[in-house]
């Protein structure tokens, strides 16, 4: 048989109709692992999330810091962060190295305009965090009217109309007690809150033990652990806060065990 330009077609050989089979096979087989690899990611996650809900010594349990790099880590303090009981909003922010300056790297429930004068490096707001890197402590703000904390500042105005009405800052600390971060916890109501001392402690762990990691995508078990968190952490989902409609990648959820105890806490009115 020949083509219109006077060509002869060739009829495909046996050995390439095999060699077609056997490719078409291999990627059907392959389509069905994947769909199984992502049911397990969506179990793993599920009793994870469950885990960290239930015992927030779970941030810091080796067998998720074995896995979790910086980026993973930092998604499980939200997650679990979030989760805490009265808590509206939290803001975990990281300290640059050498210094006491302080810089966002995830944040839930706060409204984009605060998010916004936060990233522009508004020290007013973040009085409470930079006081509680360079004490040490915890600084617990239980109304924000009345808290020398924010005396004089007119970021007192600022997040009152976002909402917050009292406010409690935590160093994230190592085992040296190094402080690495803040994770500063936003309340619709004033008044006395839980302490999340405990939480601090295994986020502090964390956050050590991630500094070192190398990223996910060095590891294939570290890859396969960041992306069982952000496959569902992706899914944006819109949280009303006080009245605030923020869209937020993180549902709610964290991980650990033994670090020395947290100074005590500044606490103001």
């Known amino acids: ?123 007013g707001l973040a009085a409470a965090a930079a006081l509680a890197v360079r004490t040490g402590s ?26 917050t009405c009292s406010l409690h800052a935590y160093p994230l600390r190592d085992d ?5 971060g803040v994770l500063s916890l936003h309340y619709a109501a004033a008044g006395r809150h839980p302490s999340q001392d405990g939480f601090a402690r295994h986020a502090g762990r964390a956050l050590s033990n991630a500094a070192g990691a190398p990223p996910g995508r060095d590891d294939p078990a570290r890859a396969t652990m960041a992306s069982v968190i952000t496959d569902h952490l992706a899914a944006t989902t819109t949280v009303t806060v006080r009245g605030c409609s923020t869209p937020s990648p993180f549902p709610a959820s964290p991980i650990s065990s033994g670090a020395p105890s947290l100074p005590w806490a500044h ?3």
């Open 1 to 123: 048989m020949s083509d219109p330009a006077g060509r002869v077609a060739r009829s495909p050989s046996p050995g390439a109709s095999a060699e077609s089979l056997r490719a078409a096979s291999a990627r059907a087989e392959q389509a069905m692992i994947n769909a199984e690899l992502r049911a397990t990611r969506r179990a793993v996650l599920s009793r994870f999330r469950h885990r960290l809900r239930t015992d927030v010594s779970a941030i810091a349990a080796p067998d998720f810091l074995v896995l979790a790099d910086a980026p993973t880590v930092h998604s499980a303090i939200m997650i679990a962060a979030c989760g805490i009981p009265a808590a509206d909003a939290c803001h975990l922010q990281l300290r640059e190295r050498g210094t006491l300056t302080l810089r966002t790297v995830r944040h839930y429930g706060l409204p984009a305009d605060l998010v916004d004068r936060f990233a522009a490096g508004d020290d």
């Open 138 to 163: 915890p600084i617990l703000v239980d109304d924000l009217t009345a808290s020398p904390v924010f005396a004089g500042r007119s970021a007192r105005l600022v997040l009152l109309a976002a909402g």
């Open 176 to 180: 040296g007690g190094r402080v690495l």
């Open 267 to 269: 606490r103001t009115r």
